[in-house]
């Protein structure tokens, strides 16, 4: 009779677990209509969230979830998930293989951007390929994702969590900036 109890509880609780996956995937259907399928976005002002470090995809969705980051789109969105869901869905992308996007880029910014983004290889690594858990990778990242991120984060109209992170974008001239979103971009896996 015990065993048929324990046998009981581990069923149900993989049966919820299933059942919680399932339902993340649905919650994730609404992500895929800006994201793209699999987190892969086909559209060059919304990012790539697909295989980018779990820990860095719960932080920004708490972010927006609070208010620190504002989109219309995406505090609509947010306001409705739960904390749970927020960590489903960001362990959700976090599994799906990283893929950059593939974009025209022009080779003379991406030399430029060669130049302008050693100040960002500690922690994105060289090619924007991150060295840690909490840092997004870059590499492959739609451009104008990148450019436009950037200026939010140097006028102060996003919050950046990192103080060496606007220190080193506040060196940068615009061009520059522009320059380093293209080289990241333009570079592989």
């Given amino acids: ?22 339902k993340i995937e649905e919650v994730a259907e609404t992500c895929s209509g800006c994201h793209g399928a699999n987190g892969v976005s086909e559209n060059a002002n919304i990012p790539s969230i697909g295989g980018q470090p779990e820990s860095y995809l719960k932080k920004i969705l708490l972010e927006w979830k609070s208010g620190v ?22 362990a959700y992308y976090a599994k799906k293989p990283w893929t950059p996007v ?3 880029t022009d080779a003379n ?21 991150a060295n840690d858990v909490e840092t997004p990778n870059l590499n492959g990242q739609w451009a104008e994702y990148l450019e436009m991120d950037m200026l939010k984060f140097r006028k102060g109209s996003m919050t950046v969590s990192n103080p060496k992170m606007l220190k080193a974008l506040k060196k940068l001239s615009t061009e520059e900036l522009k320059a380093a979103a293209a080289f990241f971009a333009s570079q592989g896996k």
């Fill in 109 to 129: 910014l991406v030399k430029l951007g060669e130049d302008a983004t050693r100040g960002c290889a500690g922690c994105h690594g060289d090619t924007g390929v």
């Fill in 1 to 22: 009779m015990r065993y048929r109890v324990v046998y009981g509880v581990i069923l149900a609780g993989l049966m919820c677990s299933a059942h919680a996956a399932d």
């Fill in 102 to 104: 593939a974009q025209k």
């Fill in 69 to 90: 980051r504002h989109s219309e789109t995406m505090e609509s969105l947010i306001k409705e998930y739960s904390i749970e869901q927020i960590g489903a869905l960001a």
